[in-house]
């Protein structure tokens, strides 16, 4: 058997990190090499297995990619946009694979991204779920047979503390959607709708967003016709869907050309 993927996790001290960290030790084929986390963090130099409730595995917390860089082979992050292209770099200068499931990115920072995929293998995902991903496909089919006589709106509720609206998941079906329509969603995307917005415009695409409480991420996309409404649901009650697509996206990764990978590649969908 081969030796498993090094991987380092940025933001190991976050829910995700720590979910992450648990879905590592459950797979055979990778193993947790670096824990790095935000300068001035007071649970640095801790131990990050423990943080994340597991054994002790003497993988200490620090806020130096740097120092690290020779220690892993993969590194995944959750964290804020700042954050990935604060390590992206380094990433490129020694030809570290990426799995990155932060959201919010600008247009600017996705094509920043996309140059650099040309030198190192990217994973980069909205969601990492493999229900998720199964769900996007089903959009696109469902998009391709109903057409343009159903208008479609898509609505996200998360938890109270994240800070994007919408979702990089709701995007990410919003997009699905559209190309199953022939669209492109830049064209035709509606954020918000307040006061006298007039009639519904058939080509247009909705989104609506709920923050509050502890929801780890609910999403419907509603084609709604006349006489008749389909509705396309996930609803996610843990966050270990997406750390254990995270982790088996890593051992994916490791070793691929350089280039832009989805979920859906990992997955072969």
């Not at 919010?104 to 190192?120: C, D, N, R, S, V």
């Not at 954020?191 to 409480?213: L, M, P, Q, S, V």
């Not at 991420?217 to 008749?228: S, W």
Request: aromatic residues 4%.
């Amino acid at each position: 058997m081969s030796n498993p993927i090094r991987i380092a996790v940025l933001g190991a001290t976050g829910r995700m990190g720590r979910a992450i960290i648990q879905a590592a030790a459950q797979n055979s084929q990778v193993k947790l090499a670096v824990a790095l986390d935000r300068e001035g963090n007071p649970l640095l130099g801790q131990d990050a297995s423990a943080l994340a409730g597991l054994p002790a595995s003497g993988v200490l917390v620090t806020d130096s990619l740097a120092a690290a860089i020779n220690d892993f082979d993969v590194l995944i992050d959750f964290s804020r946009p700042e954050g990935t292209l604060a390590v992206l770099p380094l990433c490129l200068k020694h030809g570290k694979g990426l799995v990155i499931g932060t959201t919010g990115f600008t247009p600017e920072q996705k094509a920043e991204l996309g140059a650099a995929a040309k030198q190192i293998p990217i994973c980069l995902s909205a969601n990492y779920s493999i229900g998720v991903n199964v769900t996007l496909r089903l959009l696109e089919l469902a998009a391709k047979t109903l057409g343009d006589d159903y208008d479609v709106e898509i609505v996200e509720a998360h938890h109270k503390h994240k800070v994007d609206a919408p979702s990089g998941t709701a995007l990410r079906m919003g997009e699905a959607v559209a190309a199953g329509l022939g669209r492109d969603l830049n064209d035709c995307a509606v954020y918000e709708r307040y006061g006298n917005t007039g009639a519904r415009d058939g080509k247009t695409i909705g989104f609506a967003t709920i923050r509050g409480g502890d929801v780890v991420g609910d999403h419907t996309v509603m084609f709604l016709g006349d006489g008749e409404r389909v509705e396309i649901s996930h609803k996610a009650t843990s966050r270990m869907n997406f750390s254990n697509g995270a982790v088996k996206a890593s051992a994916w990764l490791s070793g691929r050309t350089p280039g832009l990978y989805e979920m859906r590649d990992v997955l072969g969908l």
